[in-house]
């Protein structure tokens, strides 16, 4: 593929995708290099430029390098002279910048301009380079030191035409030629007629004739310092991009001393801020402008200085990575550029470090300026994916390039604005057009959400605690599910159980969102209803129950009780509120139960053992037999009179001791001798009244003296 250039010095890129690759390496100073692919810079060797000012590098779209100037040589990506590129009309002093010819893939300008330290004498002139030329390795053309104007200052800048397609290569002349000056180039070359606009200023081709201009990314406004114009000034032009015409010129700031005047200029990405440095003293300041402030001079604010040694501060630029990059003119020399890191921070927010890149070698003022038409090239229209709707409910669609001045919209209804609001189902477009650049198009298909659930719930009453079991139904994807439980509980899983403890009537909801972020709700209600629960009680009379006695047994539950159901020993006796009963068998437990049922169905039952055999005699575990009067005796405590034989056993199964009644007791001897301490083992025969049922119980004692 055959490239084609044309030298200014400066870079111009052609597609918005591929500009930033294009000013992927930075060839300036004496020897330095440095490279921007991995988003930080890198440095870089095999610079052959030893350059004070001047300078200009460009890449292809892929950043590889293709060639770079300081002016007066090109050389080419081997860093060798590129054949014809000697001899330019620029100086390592000055200013220049490369852009590329419109229409003509592979061809640059070089355009330069002249120094004051030789009186400007030859203006400003620009030459070709075709890349197709020497194998694809690049030659300039014999359209060579081409003079646009021979009464110049160093100045030098460019701006995309309102076309989108073409640039204006823009300076200001010197005496007598005074004005304000934008050159057109187009497919077919440049116009060497310019368009003149008088701003005021009167220039002689010496010191006054120097300075940096920057565009802001937009193209409406030229930033123009002017640093040796008495105490040395910041102007703001207004710039008409489909015209050339300067409308207009504004003062950001005059200096009041000879010191401190100001010379590098650059633009954050956004253009929102303008950034300027100090030159002529020692320890110089960059400054930051806030570009959107009703009053731009007065948000001039120190955001950083230069400490490290004598000096001043260079040209500013900005890098692929949108961080901005500061040269220094120092004494001795320094072999690293500082950096804003966030350049669209207002202050010091804005991040200024005097040292953040090591280059190796010294530099001195001079950075690569390049020429970025993204900001109003046609760029990829997107409205983003099709959407699905959540019904009710509306949307604003809003393109990827709302927020571009100058730019126009045409929606699908008729509207104009940046954005269009919908909440119906359908296609939508949106045409798309900054100034005069092409028309883009997109389209978004907008539908409704048809997510719909519902719900399968098991019983849905019960006595409480009642516990409900939930499932969640859909065809459809859902990424949250909601249950209400109507008692401030939720759940939110698809599937769950939940026990009410509490009777109440509980409304039970069913949401869900869906996967297009719709809130999605089951239109059938729920009701889930946790009756009360009886609590059993009764009463006995009289206590303690006792053989052959009829006992009372009466309702004390509270709860609306409609059904009542006793029970002594397992066995159903009586369905009423109250039953008595007289206990016979008084050698096996008395166990009685009560269940009571209420009017919704619910139940509780209270159920204790009324009498226990144990409860007719009390047999103590040890007695004292030392001749006091306390606890002397072995005997048991007799309720009903029923023992009929008391026997003890030593711990060889001897008997030694054996009375007929529980009057009778074992006072610790054994045939008049006194028992040895220890455990003695006993049997207790009753019997009733009767003697017709008897039982055995068993136990030890301790004999303690």
């Known amino acids: 593929m055959k490239h084609t250039l044309l030298f200014i010095c400066f870079l111009i890129f052609t597609l918005p995708l591929v500009a930033q690759n294009q000013h992927m390496n930075w060839y300036f100073g004496f020897g330095s290099g440095l490279n ?18 001047s300078c200009a590098s460009i890449s292809d779209a892929n950043g590889n390098k293709l060639f770079y100037t300081d002016g007066a040589t090109v050389w080419n990506m081997f860093n060798s002279d590129m054949p014809n590129g000697t001899g330019l009309l620029g100086h390592k002093s000055s200013q220049c910048m490369i852009i590329p010819k ?25 030459s070709e380079v075709d890349m197709n030329l020497q194998g694809g390795f690049g030659e300039v053309t014999s359209v060579k030191n081409v003079q646009l104007n021979a009464f110049n200052g160093e100045w030098i800048t460019a701006v995309r035409h309102a076309n989108c397609v073409d640039t204006w290569i823009i300076t200001h002349g010197t005496n007598p030629n005074n004005f304000f000056l934008a050159y057109h180039v187009s497919a077919s ?49 207004d710039f008409d991009k489909a015209t050339g015409a300067a409308t207009g010129m504004s003062n950001l700031y005059t200096s009041t001393t000879t010191p401190g005047q100001p010379y590098g200029l650059e633009f954050s990405r956004s253009g929102n801020r303008l950034y300027s440095g100090e030159t002529g003293m020692t320890n110089n300041r960059i400054f930051q402008y806030d570009m959107t402030a009703p009053n731009i001079p007065a948000t001039r604010t120190p955001v950083g200085q230069f400490l490290t040694s004598q000096g001043e501060m260079g040209q500013i630029q900005i890098a692929p990575n949108d961080k901005i990059y500061i040269n220094y003119n120092a004494w001795p020399a320094v072999d690293f550029l500082g950096v804003i890191s966030n350049p669209e921070l207002l202050g010091t927010n804005c991040g200024y470090v005097e040292n953040a890149v090591s280059l190796g070698t010294s530099a001195t003022f001079g950075l690569p300026w390049y020429y970025n038409p993204e900001y109003l ?50 296609t939508y477009w949106v045409q798309y057009q900054v100034e005069s650049c092409l028309t883009t198009t997109d389209t978004i298909t907008i539908s409704t959400d048809t997510t719909q659930i519902s719900h399968l719930v098991g019983d849905t009453s019960g006595c409480a605690p009642f516990t409900i079991q939930l499932t969640g139904i859909s065809p459809s994807t859902i990424t949250e599910w909601i249950w209400d439980l109507g008692n401030g509980t939720s759940i939110h899983t698809q599937n769950a159980e939940f026990t009410y403890t ?43 129950i006792k053989p052959f006695i009829p006992n009372i047994f009466t309702d004390q539950s509270t709860g609306n009780i409609t059904d009542w159901s006793w029970k002594v020993n397992d066995l159903l006796v009586s369905t009423a509120p109250q039953f008595t009963y007289t206990m016979v068998d008084f050698f096996q437990p008395l166990t009685v139960s009560l269940t009571v049922t209420n009017s919704d169905g ?22 004292t037999p030392d001749g006091n009067e306390f606890n002397p005796v072995f005997k048991p405590v007799d309720y009903l009179g ?64």
């Open 377 to 426: 090239m046609p760029s990829p229209l997107e409205l983003g994916p099709d959407i699905s709707l959540c019904p009710e409910t509306n949307v604003t669609l809003s393109n990827s390039l709302s927020n571009v001045p100058g730019a126009t919209y045409l929606w699908s209804d008729g509207s104009t604005n940046p954005t269009l609001q919908v909440s119906q189902p359908g």
């Open 642 to 705: 029923l023992v009929r034989e008391f026997t003890i056993y030593n711990r060889w199964g001897e008997v030694v001791w054996s009375g007929k009644s529980a009057r009778d007791g074992w006072d610790g001897t054994v045939n008049g001798i006194q028992a040895p301490t220890g455990v003695y083992n006993w049997v207790i025969t009753m019997a009733s009244n009767t003697d017709v049922v008897s039982k055995e119980i068993y136990g030890h004692v301790t004999l303690v003296r």
């Open 102 to 126: 419109p229409g003509n893939p592979g061809k640059y300008y070089i355009v330069v301009t002249d120094a004051i330290e030789r009186g400007c004498v030859n203006g400003i002139t620009y």
């Open 602 to 623: 619910c139940s509780d039952e209270k159920k204790i053992i009324a009498f226990k055999p144990d409860d007719l005699i009390y047999v103590p575990n040890a007695f």
């Open 36 to 53: 921007f692919s991995s988003g930080n810079p890198v440095t870089v060797g095999g610079n052959a430029m030893i350059s004070i000012e």
């Open 189 to 237: 070359g440049i116009n060497p007629t310019p368009v003149s606009s008088n701003l005021g200023i009167s220039l002689q081709p010496d010191v006054k004739a120097i300075g940096i201009m920057r565009p802001n990314p937009q193209g409406t406004k030229i930033a123009l310092s002017r640093p040796y114009n008495g105490m040395g000034s910041i102007e703001l032009i």
């Open 502 to 544: 509490t009777p109440g009537i509980y409304p039970i909801s069913l949401k869900a969102i869906s996967s297009n972020d719709c809130l999605v709700e089951d239109s059938v209600a729920i009701l889930a209803e946790a009756f009360p629960v009886p609590i059993a009680n009764f009463s006995i009379e009289p206590t303690p």
